[in-house]
């Protein structure tokens, strides 16, 4: 069964950058649409970015449009998020999920990892 470990997470300050990985093992992400998700302390799990499965088109919350960036890798079966000038409230632990398109991947993964903490702070 497909498998995904997060990675990448850390300290940063305000306006700094961070780049996430979501390794996939057990099975390619090339039949799969990737999302990120992420968590803050006291509040819900929720969706920041997509990549669909063929990788050709990409989504992302309006919270963090313009300052983050979803990438698939085939080959080398990683998908990352690259995020840039970070905000104190980025802060949470994100976590990538599989599905078989976008509009699913939310309710359709029940595999959850054990994620990457991010904290943006001076």
């Known amino acids: 069964q497909l498998q995904l470990v997060e990675s990448g997470g850390g300290l940063v300050q305000p306006g700094g950058s961070l780049t996430l990985s979501c390794a996939a093992s057990?099975?390619?992400?090339?039949?799969?649409?990737i999302g990120w998700f992420r968590q803050a302390p006291g509040k819900e799990r929720e969706g920041i970015s997509c990549?669909?499965?063929?990788?050709?088109?990409?989504n992302y919350a309006d919270s963090v449009k313009g300052r983050f960036i979803i990438s698939k890798y085939n080959a080398e079966n990683i998908v990352y998020l690259q995020m840039n000038n970070l905000k104190p409230e980025d802060t949470g632990t994100y976590y990538c999920?599989?599905?078989?398109?976008?509009?699913?991947?939310?309710?359709?993964?029940?595999?959850w990892g054990q994620g990457t903490q991010v904290t943006v702070s001076s």
């Open positions: 057990g099975d390619t992400v090339d039949y799969y649409a």
């Open positions: 999920a599989a599905a078989s398109s976008c509009r699913v991947v939310d309710v359709a993964f029940g595999s």
């Open positions: 990549i669909s499965v063929g990788g050709h088109s990409t």
